[in-house]
Each structure stands twice: as C-alpha cells, then as structure tokens.
C-alpha cells in the first residue's frame, strides 16, 4: 500500500469535456474543488451532506455527486462537465428545453441538474413524469418547485428521441 506524506500532493490525469489534464492534488481534495479550480466553475457546492447535487458530472458515464468522490480517485476517468455539453456553440437539447420551459431561475442548481437529466435520459428515453422526478431526485432545487424541470425533461426526452434514427427509437 503507498503511503503519502502530510500534504504530499499526487499527480493524476483527468479527461475533462474530451480534453486532458495533468494535474497535482494532495490526496483529500475533494473532486468538486479539483474541478472549479481546474475552471469548471459551473459545477457547484451546495451543500457539505452530499444530498443537493448541485455538483453532479457525469464520470465514465455515471452521474456522480463530485463532492462525495476524492480526485485522486478520479485518475485517468473521462468527466463530462456542463461547459462540454453545447457543441460548437449549439445547445444540447437539454439545455434547450430547461431554456424554453422556463426550468431555471437563480441557475444554481442548474449545471447539476442539467447533467442529471442527460444521464438519466440515456438511461431511460420515453421516462414517465413519476420516473423523472425520482431520476433528479437527488437534486435539489429553491427556485422552480419542480414543474418546469419535469416539463423541460419531457420536452427533451421527445426531442432527443426524434433526433434519433428510427430503428433506434424506443
Ligand atoms: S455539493 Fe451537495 S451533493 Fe455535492
Ligand atoms: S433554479 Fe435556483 S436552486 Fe434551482
């Protein structure tokens, strides 16, 4: 087992948005910190009990809560972050529709709650209204009440799934 020095800091590589990083971190820093100060300033902290979500990212294809996960557990991982989702300057459906659905207002749940719903939209594409609200369950949210987030959710699912060839539809 390797042991770390006080403050030894670690050197890890991230694939953050399709891009490499090489980075040094002591090993207690908490992925979300690593990942602000890398400038990904759009996941956030809203709590320290790992039950807001407001800094979920997806990581190797999982929706993870990056606060609860130690960067060096990250090594070499592929994390898709809020600022990789628009191509080209195109939004993501998702995005779209938290737009034109009004499922935002101070934004600060939005990040996390955008990524959450790209996951669980890949997860389950034609979800019930009763599965999406369990699917973004671990999020929260002061501002909205839900029902414009739900909405949004819809409106994507549906967008993303005309998106796709037909023998892929679900
Ligand atoms: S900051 Fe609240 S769950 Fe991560
Ligand atoms: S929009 Fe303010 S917390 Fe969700």
């Known amino acids: ?32 910190h690593v990942l602000r100060d890398l400038g990904f300033t759009g996941v956030h902290i809203g709590c320290d009990t790992s039950n807001c979500g407001a800094c979920t990212v997806i990581l190797n294809g999982k929706s993870v809560k990056s606060c609860t996960l130690l960067a060096v557990e990250a090594n ?15 939004l993501h459906p998702v995005q779209e529709a938290f737009w034109d659905k009004h499922a935002l207002q101070c934004g600060y749940c939005t990040p996390g709650m ?16 009763e599965e999406i609200r369990e699917g973004i369950s671990g999020n929260l949210c002061r501002c909205t009440g839900y029902q414009n987030i739900v909405e949004a ?18």
Request: glycine share 4%; charged share 35%; aromatic share 4%.
């Open 1 to 32: 087992m390797k042991v770390y020095e006080k403050d030894q800091k670690v050197k890890i590589t991230l694939k953050v948005n399709g891009k490499e990083i090489e980075t040094e971190v002591e090993p207690r820093r908490l992925l979300v």
């Open 76 to 90: 070499n991982a592929e994390i898709l972050t809020i600022e990789g989702l628009a191509k080209d300057g195109k």
């Open 114 to 129: 955008i990524m959450q719903s790209v996951w669980l939209l890949k997860e389950n594409p034609n979800p019930t209204e």
């Open 153 to 170: 959710i819809k409106t994507a699912a549906e967008k993303l799934r005309l998106d796709q060839p037909l023998y892929q539809r679900q």
